[in-house]
């Protein structure tokens, strides 16, 4: 199955907000409520960070926050801190394949 | 705490196998399905395959259909997952993950171990 699309890099200083899309087709993203993003540092395994497009599970911090318009999902990260610095990645229910989530390329954030 | 350890990977030669395992602990194993998520050097998340808690439903990506096996062994709270024809592009870093639901196969993983680098070199 195809992947979703992310943009390869975004940046941004500390304390200011960015936002990280991921953009699929209607047989994903835009017709399921079922995207999810995870936080992975170099050499670390990645972490979830918000499921069903907008829920955070318990100890993720609520400068984290996710939306979806259509077929596009996105990211927020509010007051940008050092640490939010890593590599971002949506997934999604797919109806597409057997096996039923799709993952995006990634997104490498860069705390300025 | 919720903890997932995997282990097996290796060194293997092109066509060889390998068997990964992921031993779970913190939780009621055999009420989640679980999952094995790759991730070649440099690149990013590919999923694998799934599992249902019982063992009874398996999935795979068509890039591994018919070579990789997954399983599970809920007496012992251990997902495996036996690699056959390995191939250069199976060479990842191999991640098991839980579901993040009870009793479904559902669409995020949360945790995830800290994974097993596969390594497909002659």
């Known amino acids: 199955q195809s992947a979703l699309t992310q943009p390869a890099s975004v940046s941004g200083s500390p304390g200011q907000s960015i936002t990280i899309s991921c953009t699929g087709t209607s047989s994903d993203v835009g017709g399921y409520n079922y995207v999810s993003w995870y936080q992975q540092h170099p050499g670390k395994a990645p972490k979830l960070m918000i499921y069903?497009?907008?829920n955070r599970p318990s100890g993720v911090s609520n400068r984290f926050s996710g939306s979806k318009s259509g077929n596009t999902a996105s990211l927020t990260i509010s007051g940008l801190q050092a640490e939010d610095e890593a590599d971002y990645y949506c997934s999604s229910y797919t109806s597409s394949s057997t096996l039923h989530v799709v993952f995006g390329g990634g997104t490498k954030l860069t705390v300025l | 705490e919720v903890q997932l350890v995997e282990s097996g990977g290796g060194l293997v030669q092109p066509g060889g196998s390998l068997r990964l395992s992921c031993a779970a602990s913190g939780f009621t194993f055999s009420s989640y399905a679980m999952h094995w998520v790759r991730q070649a050097p440099g690149k990013g998340l590919e999923y694998v395959s799934a599992i249902s808690s019982n063992g009874g439903s398996t999935y795979y990506a068509n890039s591994v259909k018919g070579r990789f096996t997954i399983s599970r062994d809920n007496s012992k709270n251990t997902l495996y997952l036996q690699m056959g024809s390995l191939r250069a592009e199976d060479m990842a870093v191999y991640y098991c993950a839980r579901d993040g639901q009870q009793l479904v196969v559902g669409y995020w993983f949360d945790p995830w171990g800290q994974g097993t680098l596969v390594t497909v070199s002659s």
């Open positions: 069903d497009v907008s």
